[in-house]
């Protein structure tokens, strides 16, 4: 019986994504646990196999293939010692920078330290070795599958990224005996473009740029994504961090968090991702690309097939050269999908979510905003704000810890501009000793909304909520820590420490005195207002803004539709099939 390809997926993976990627020399040491990779790629006829006995003398042959063909070279290996023979080679490719492939083959690595016979650590090599090193283990579930697909791609893109070099797999396997798979399924391969690439085209559709966390952005990205949205017919998806400020923005949280799916949008036909770390769930594309400039593989939604390692200016410059405009749908849609949402909120108690929906529009001109993780940014991310304000938060750790140091730090070097921002109890008396510090200015502004636990994991949207109901409160949600609320904590200590201080417990308050907060003159002092809410009129009004029953364009223009006389008639008509 002929043989084919072993049945090991991860070892199919990685023959897969070696063609898609050009590796077809290939120098085979002999073993055990490289067998069934070794004979999956004698089998294909695409592969040129050389065999070596000694592995150091074939990691130097493939130095020497290397630098005489100028094409990637494998070289494949058992377990035991013979991946330490490699290093002599690789290292000497690691200073040349050549591009060899090291796929070292092993069982499991939980047997590494358990005396196991053949079993040697490979997870920590020399730095002067290999450009990039990835374990490729057993695949047992989606989970694995994904993990390994962007682990090998990283490896063979390494090959070549930044002028190249050594990489390594260490691929763990048995020994098999299973070669019956004719056919490898399809594995997605990720392609990385520098800027002097012929890039790919863009497919015809609807098209998305997703923007993270991002900088302030220069006037002329600026235009140069609008550009590219007037050429492919694109928007920019959005959420407070973004920062993006020209004419295709999309707000995307308040659409993307609905209850009812539809209501998000179709799958967009491209994404193009930019910036850092999100809190944004918009997925629905069938391809991404990301354009960074460290052209690293962060494959965020699962679904990117190509890195485009340059500046964001290059990439959009580029993709518009030698095209023509034309009409923008997608932005119109899904514009007037956010504003029809918008439209129909219906009116909210008094919580983190209407405070936003209140003051968002009335920050003052060139001001800057802070949001904490992750009830605040979620809270303030529903609603627009001032095309001259930026926002931040720390989405890079994503953690509670050193929001308001974040923003005193930014305000201490801006002291002409008025620094907001908005933080969760939990997350103010985590970072509250900041606010002693002497070097703080009067152009400091901070929101405390405090209704005395976690909001977050009251959330109907956080899994726990509803399974744990009230005991959530005990430790997960944490409530009644720092005096419960009290109603003088926060104050003495706020004026003690020379702020100006500000509270309101319900909307006649709120509307008594928030004017004050938001003034455009600079104050003598810093403030600080205490926002007293409860955690009910917060889940409430969460459950309200992301289940909106749409009063809009869109709801006439769907029923309209419906009621035309020739889909009537057809409904009729079904009517009547479905009948008889």
Excluded at 25 to 52: N, W
Excluded at 106 to 125: C, E, K
Excluded at 128 to 140: C, F, N, T
Excluded at 272 to 300: C, E, H, N, P, Y
Aim: proline share 4%; net charge negative; hydrophobic share 40%.
């Amino acid at each position: 019986m002929k043989n084919h390809y072993t049945n090991a997926r991860n070892v199919q993976i990685v023959i897969a994504l070696m063609k898609a990627h050009g590796v077809k020399k290939v120098v085979a040491s002999p073993g055990a646990t490289d067998m069934a990779i070794v004979a999956s790629l004698q089998q294909d006829p695409y592969f040129e196999m050389y065999s070596s006995i000694d592995e150091r003398s074939a990691a130097y042959m493939a130095c020497g293939m290397a630098a005489e063909s100028g094409e990637p070279v494998a070289i494949t290996c058992t377990g035991a010692t013979s991946s330490r023979n490699y290093m002599p080679g690789l290292t000497e490719a690691y200073y040349r920078q050549l591009p060899i492939l090291a796929i070292t083959c092993s069982r499991s690595n939980a047997n590494i330290g358990h005396y196991v016979d053949q079993v040697t650590d490979r997870t920590q090599l020399p730095s002067d070795v290999v450009m990039e090193s990835v374990q490729a283990q057993s695949i047992h579930c989606p989970e694995d599958e994904w993990d390994v697909m962007v682990k090998v791609n990283k490896a063979l893109i390494g090959l070549t990224r930044n002028g190249g070099g050594p990489t390594h797999i260490n691929l763990v396997t048995a020994s098999s005996s299973n070669f019956a798979v004719k056919e490898i399924a399809p594995v997605r391969k990720i392609s990385l473009y520098l800027k002097e690439d012929k890039f790919p085209e863009v497919p015809q559709g609807k098209v998305g740029i997703f923007v993270g966390a991002h900088e302030k952005w220069s006037d002329e990205l600026t235009a140069a994504v609008d550009n590219f949205c007037e050429v492919y017919n694109a928007m920019v998806i959005c959420d407070p961090t973004s920062n993006y400020k020209g004419k295709y923005r999309i707000l995307m949280p308040l659409l993307c968090e609905q209850a009812k799916e539809e209501v998000g949008g179709e799958q967009l036909d491209l994404m193009i991702q930019i910036g850092f770390v999100s809190s944004m769930l918009f997925k629905k594309a069938k391809v991404m690309w990301r354009v960074a400039k460290d052209g690293v593989v962060r494959d965020t939604f699962r679904k990117t097939n190509s890195i485009f390692q340059m500046p964001e200016l290059d990439f959009f410059t580029k993709m518009v050269e030698g095209k023509d405009k034309k009409e923008n749908t997608v932005y119109s849609e899904y514009k007037e999908r956010y504003d029809s949402l918008l439209n129909s909120l219906p009116e909210l108690p008094f919580s983190n979510i209407w405070v936003a929906q209140q003051l968002s529009g009335q920050l003052p001109e060139n001001s800057v905003l802070h949001l904490g993780i992750r009830n605040s940014l979620r809270s303030w991310g529903y609603f627009d704000i001032p095309n001259s304000v930026l926002s931040y938060c720390n989405t890079g750790g994503f953690g509670i810890d050193g929001g308001i140091s974040s923003l005193i730090g930014a305000s201490m070097v801006n002291q002409q501009s008025l620094f907001f921002g908005v933080f969760g109890d939990l997350l103010f008396f985590y970072d509250m000793n900041s606010l002693g510090n002497r070097d703080i200015k009067p152009n400091l502004r901070i929101i405390v909304i405090n209704n005395g636990l976690g909001q977050e994991f009251k959330n109907v949207s956080f899994p726990g909520s509803l399974l744990l109901g009230e005991d959530i409160d005990k430790f997960t949600a944490a409530k009644g820590h720092f005096a419960c609320q009290s109603k003088t904590l926060v104050k003495d200590y706020a004026e003690n420490l020379g702020f100006e201080y500000l509270t309101a417990s319900n909307k006649e308050e709120f509307n008594s005195v928030y004017e004050r907060f938001i003034t455009s003159e600079m104050t003598d002092k810093p403030m600080l207002f205490e926002i007293f809410t409860d955690s009910k009129d917060e889940t409430e009004a969460h459950n309200l803004t992301t289940s909106i029953e749409l009063k809009s364009k869109i709801a006439r223009k769907i029923h309209d539709t419906l009621m035309k006389p020739e889909l009537t008639a057809v409904k009729n008509i079904a009517k009547k099939v479905v009948k008889k």
